[in-house]
């Protein structure tokens, strides 16, 4: 089991940057992929990014060229980094780790593949 702990939400005008962080403990050395998910008001969760395994990154089209996820191996912390907010970013973020070792990048875009999850940051952004 992998406990995950996200920070760096916040309130933030639109244009302007963010960086959350989510700090892994216990089994991490299991962890195939990291991911980032977010759930607005009244929408479901959404895939935002992920890396895994074999070193690819994955993105949603939504957050490609402004959001950027990254790793800090000896920390056991991983990032994402938020640029050019816009209100339609305004949501709940979540890190996630997957156990599961796919082939390909594209199966981390489903939350379902993940086992573990944080308990979830705040990000609002005002226009």
């Known amino acids: 089991q992998v406990q995950l702990v996200e920070s760096g939400g916040g309130l933030v005008q639109a244009g302007g940057s963010l960086r959350l962080s989510c700090v892994a403990s216990?089994?991490?050395?299991?962890?195939?992929?990291m991911g980032w998910f977010r759930q607005a008001p009244g929408k479901e969760r959404e895939f935002v990014a992920a890396?895994?395994?074999?070193?690819?990154?994955n993105y949603a089209n939504s957050v490609k060229g402004r959001f950027t996820i990254s790793r800090n191996n000896t920390k056991n912390t991983w990032y994402l980094q938020m640029n050019s907010l816009t209100p339609e970013d305004t949501a709940v973020y979540y890190c996630?780790?997957?156990?599961?070792?796919?082939?390909?990048?594209?199966?981390?875009?489903?939350?379902?593949?993940?086992?573990?999850w944080g308990q979830g940051t705040q990000v609002t952004v005002s226009s």
């Open positions: 890396f895994e395994w074999s070193g690819g990154y």
């Open positions: 216990g089994r991490t050395f299991r962890s195939a992929a």
């Open positions: 996630a780790s997957s156990s599961t070792y796919y082939s390909r990048t594209y199966y981390y875009a489903t939350d379902s593949v993940y086992d573990s």
